[in-house]
């Protein structure tokens, strides 16, 4: 009987991503939206609830920009280590 061993892959597919930064984007909207209606009126700032929601839109464009600047950043430096410690550093 022939047993066939697979490995486990961390590799993501492009849907599983799309999947994530939405939810990621959509609930990062949303702890913005809720944190600026909860924190806003403690610093007695009144604004209405059309302004807290492109308020909260800006603030969540930025960290999304701001995230995917990082993962590429990240994924770069990981590229480079794992080439390295392969031998493949690309000097030879």
Do not use: C
């Not at 059309?50 to 995917?68: D, K, P, Q």
């Amino acid at each position: 009987m022939e047993i066939e061993t697979r490995t486990a892959s961390l590799d993501q597919t492009k849907l599983g991503s799309l999947i994530e930064a939405g939810m990621n984007i959509m609930i990062g909207y949303g702890v913005a939206l809720l944190s600026q209606l909860a924190l806003f009126p403690a610093f007695d700032i009144h604004v209405s609830l059309s302004t807290n929601l492109w308020i909260g839109l800006w603030f969540t464009a930025i960290s999304l920009v701001r995230s995917y600047i990082i993962r590429r950043w990240f994924n770069a430096r990981l590229r480079a280590a794992a080439q390295a410690m392969a031998g493949g550093g690309g000097n030879q």
